[in-house]
């Protein structure tokens, strides 16, 4: 059960009441909140200051405060805005649910940061949830429940990231801002560069085999790549293999060899030293806290 402090610092009343055996997994900005259990969400409506991002288990239908009927999709990301009023029309039972909500100062101070404007709204449409969503908030949690030194840094990186993913994937003034002022020719290169990378990231690839995918010199791939991105091709590459490297290990069957074969790794031995780097632990003791 959630205490009275958090239910009244974190979440808000209302949120708690509807989930009062879900699990919180708290971080500074921002808190994400995992129901198993069957959720029985009374007519009405509420509304608080933080941000909400929905996923729930099966389709939910919503009611928001100017009359919309909206639907939020199964295992999709449906955004509310910050004291938006938002419910159900009629008693609903929901199985699972997750629900990340961010306190309003930190999502403004994320989004100035990371596209330059902080007066964003989201439009309450749901949204697929990409390889990378799924990957930083199980990410988070997992920092959040293993608590291994270092977690409260590696909580701080991983809230940011995942607020500025959220960003990018949902439907926002903010992103479509950004992506009316970019060249459209290029940022078309670059999606073909990114998918490129992800479907083929257990291969040895090279930045002129991205840049040819993209249709562009090197040059001038590199410089556009890390202005669409914020990363190199080979951090960005890298990040993939890492991201990929992580589900597997969930796997019992394989050991970490074939681990580091499959995610295009030279050498076990290298793909230990970059998890390593990248996660804070090595890619066995990664496996034993999740598995043990």
């Known amino acids: 059960m959630f205490d009275e402090q958090l239910e009244n610092e974190l979440l808000g009343y209302d949120c708690l009441e509807m989930t009062p055996d879900a699990s919180l ?3 500074p900005g921002l808190s994400v909140v995992i129901s198993r259990q069957t959720i029985h969400f009374p007519a009405g409506q509420h509304a608080h200051s933080e941000y909400e991002f929905i996923i729930p288990g099966q389709d939910l239908p919503t009611s928001l405060d100017d009359g919309r009927q909206i639907v939020a999709g199964a295992g999709k990301i449906t955004p509310l805005n910050s004291w938006q009023k938002h419910g159900v029309a009629a008693p609903t039972r929901m199985e699972t649910m997750t629900a990340v909500l961010c306190r309003r100062t930190f999502l403004e101070s994320v989004a100035r940061r990371a596209f330059g404007h902080a007066d964003i709204i989201f439009e309450n449409v749901s949204c697929d949830i990409g390889n990378r969503l799924s990957y930083l908030l199980g990410q988070l949690v997992d920092e959040n429940i293993a608590q291994q030194p270092g977690y409260q840094a590696m909580q ?28 459209g020719q290029e940022r078309q290169g670059i999606a073909r560069a990114v998918s490129f990378l992800r479907d083929r ?21 590199s410089r556009a790549f890390r202005r669409f991105t914020g990363k190199s091709p080979h951090v960005f590459l890298t990040d993939v293999r890492i991201e990929q490297a992580a589900q597997l290990l969930q796997q019992r069957h394989l050991s970490v060899t074939e681990v580091a074969l499959a995610c295009g790794f030279a050498s076990p031995a290298h793909f230990s030293t970059v998890f390593r780097r990248r996660m804070g632990v090595s890619p066995s003791d990664y496996r034993r806290m999740l598995l043990y």
Do not use: C, K, P
């Open 201 to 221: 990231y257990m291969n040895a690839i090279s930045v002129e085999d991205a840049a040819a995918a993209a249709g562009m010199s090197q040059a001038h791939f």
């Open 156 to 183: 701080d990186s991983l809230s940011v990231m995942l607020v500025t993913e959220i960003i990018r994937q949902t439907e926002n003034n903010v992103t479509a801002a950004s992506g009316a002022r970019e060249n």
């Open 25 to 27: 997994y708290a971080v």
